[in-house]
């Protein structure tokens, strides 16, 4: 008698295999599917001049929000916030929004307004309209759930998978402050279980707390690449980490990588920071995610154009594939890069 295999644990597989490995099964030849799973958004063709953008992100309390610090507009705005991210990421425009909700009874119709507020907020900024959705009740903890429904001129579209040896490696505005301004709230609140009495010392931190709990899509960032005439030849946000996502646009595009560590801009406040909880700054930059930064290349004609861009920075450069994907540091030593990004399933 054949041995029944024991059930094997997610935890064996990272969240992108385990995506991989679920969606195996399915191929389509539908034509007008341009880009399927594996990128910021799907991309589907409307007709000869118009992509459909759609894309869905989940957020979990205890796993992407904490209640006890995250105001609930707050998390209302981000909700939306990280959804329209990935159209940036797709150098396109987000029109439509769905909100879905998975509500225990611990919650206030209160709580949920404010929730609301937020998502009001986000949609005049991004300028969306609020189309639809669902609720639920769910046994403990919210989740938030939205879909984003955005377009792009077909020439306008940018995946992971463009990207050319040569080409140049850009980021927008800077990196690691979500990330150290997730240290810091997590800090207080440690303070804050053991005597209740202190009252939360966030003084000083006010540009990393609001990477944290509210970061901006760079909607902006894509219209400015309009008007200087520049179509990335990939392009994907950084939600897990500057150096996950190099690896995403490295294997989508099949090129290798050197990145520069000096060179990855950053907030002084973000790296004094980073020096007083004895995290190296860089590794912040590299590993700490929820920047919502765009992270893209160019062609080498781009260059001047994005180098006398104050909303960019030039971090590294594709080389061939076989050559490997390298971090190099202040020293001129390359290391092979890796993502230690978020491991929800650890
Ligand atoms: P992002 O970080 O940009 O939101 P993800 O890393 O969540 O993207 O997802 C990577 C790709 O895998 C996307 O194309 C997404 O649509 C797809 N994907 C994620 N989870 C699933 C799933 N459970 N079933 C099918 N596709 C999925
Ligand atoms: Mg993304």
């Given at each position: 008698?054949k041995?029944?295999e024991p059930?094997?644990?997610?935890?064996?597989?990272g969240?992108f295999?385990?995506?991989?490995?679920?969606?195996?099964?399915?191929?389509?030849?539908?034509k007008?599917?341009i880009?399927?799973?594996g990128?910021?958004a799907?991309?589907?063709s409307?007709d000869?001049k118009?992509v459909?953008?759609?894309?869905t992100?989940?957020?979990?309390e205890g796993?992407?929000?904490?209640p006890?610090?995250?105001p609930?507009?707050?998390l209302?705005?981000?909700?939306?916030?990280v959804?329209?991210?990935?159209?940036c990421?797709?150098?396109g425009?987000?029109?439509?929004?769905?909100v879905?909700?998975?509500i225990s009874?611990?919650?206030?119709?209160?709580?949920?307004e404010e929730?609301?507020a937020?998502?009001?907020?986000a949609?005049?900024?991004y300028?969306?309209?609020?189309v639809?959705?669902?609720t639920?009740?769910a046994?403990?903890g919210l989740?938030?759930?939205?879909?984003?429904?955005g377009k792009v001129?077909?020439?306008?579209?940018?995946?992971?998978s463009?990207?050319?040896?040569?080409?140049l490696l850009v980021?927008?505005?800077d990196?690691?402050?979500?990330?150290?301004?997730?240290?810091v709230l997590?800090?207080?609140k440690?303070?804050?279980?053991?005597?209740?009495?202190i009252q939360?010392?966030?003084?000083?931190?006010?540009?990393?707390i609001?990477?944290?709990?509210?970061?901006?899509?760079?909607?902006d960032?894509?219209g400015?690449?309009k008007?200087?005439?520049?179509t990335?030849?990939?392009?994907?946000?950084?939600?897990?980490g500057?150096?996950s996502?190099?690896?995403?646009?490295?294997?989508?595009?099949?090129?290798?990588c050197?990145?520069?560590?000096?060179k990855?801009?950053?907030d002084t406040?973000t790296?004094q920071?980073?020096i007083?909880f004895n995290?190296?700054?860089?590794?912040?930059?590299?590993?700490g995610?929820?920047?919502?930064?765009l992270l893209?290349?160019?062609?080498?004609?781009?260059l001047?154009?994005?180098?006398?861009?104050?909303?960019f920075?030039?971090?590294?450069?594709?080389?061939?594939?076989?050559?490997?994907?390298y971090?190099?540091?202040?020293?001129?030593?390359?290391?092979?890069?890796?993502?230690?990004?978020?491991?929800?399933?650890n």
């Amino acid at each position: 008698m054949k041995q029944q295999e024991p059930l094997r644990n997610i935890s064996e597989l990272g969240e992108f295999s385990l995506i991989e490995e679920l969606t195996r099964d399915f191929h389509s030849d539908k034509k007008e599917i341009i880009v399927g799973i594996g990128d910021d958004a799907a991309a589907i063709s409307l007709d000869n001049k118009t992509v459909q953008l759609i894309s869905t992100d989940l957020l979990v309390e205890g796993v992407h929000f904490d209640p006890m610090y995250t105001p609930y507009k707050h998390l209302g705005y981000k909700a939306v916030a990280v959804n329209v991210s990935d159209i940036c990421a797709m150098n396109g425009f987000a029109e439509y929004i769905t909100v879905s909700l998975a509500i225990s009874s611990k919650y206030s119709i209160e709580a949920l307004e404010e929730l609301y507020a937020g998502i009001k907020a986000a949609c005049i900024q991004y300028n969306l309209e609020l189309v639809g959705g669902d609720t639920t009740a769910a046994p403990f903890g919210l989740t938030i759930s939205i879909t984003v429904f955005g377009k792009v001129h077909k020439t306008d579209l940018v995946t992971r998978s463009g990207a050319k040896v040569y080409d140049l490696l850009v980021v927008s505005g800077d990196l690691g402050g979500a990330y150290m301004g997730l240290q810091v709230l997590e800090r207080e609140k440690e303070v804050f279980k053991t005597n209740p009495e202190i009252q939360p010392d966030l003084d000083g931190f006010d540009y990393i707390i609001q990477r944290q709990l509210k970061p901006e899509a760079r909607r902006d960032v894509v219209g400015i690449l309009k008007e200087l005439k520049v179509t990335p030849t990939s392009m994907i946000d950084i939600s897990d980490g500057l150096a996950s996502e190099i690896l995403h646009l490295c294997k989508s595009s099949n090129v290798g990588c050197h990145v520069y560590g000096e060179k990855i801009p950053m907030d002084t406040q973000t790296v004094q920071t980073s020096i007083d909880f004895n995290i190296d700054p860089t590794t912040a930059a590299l590993n700490g995610g929820e920047d919502y930064e765009l992270l893209f290349t160019i062609q080498q004609k781009d260059l001047e154009i994005i180098q006398s861009n104050p909303n960019f920075t030039i971090i590294g450069h594709m080389t061939d594939e076989k050559d490997g994907i390298y971090h190099i540091d202040k020293q001129g030593a390359a290391v092979t890069l890796k993502a230690q990004g978020w491991k929800h399933f650890n």
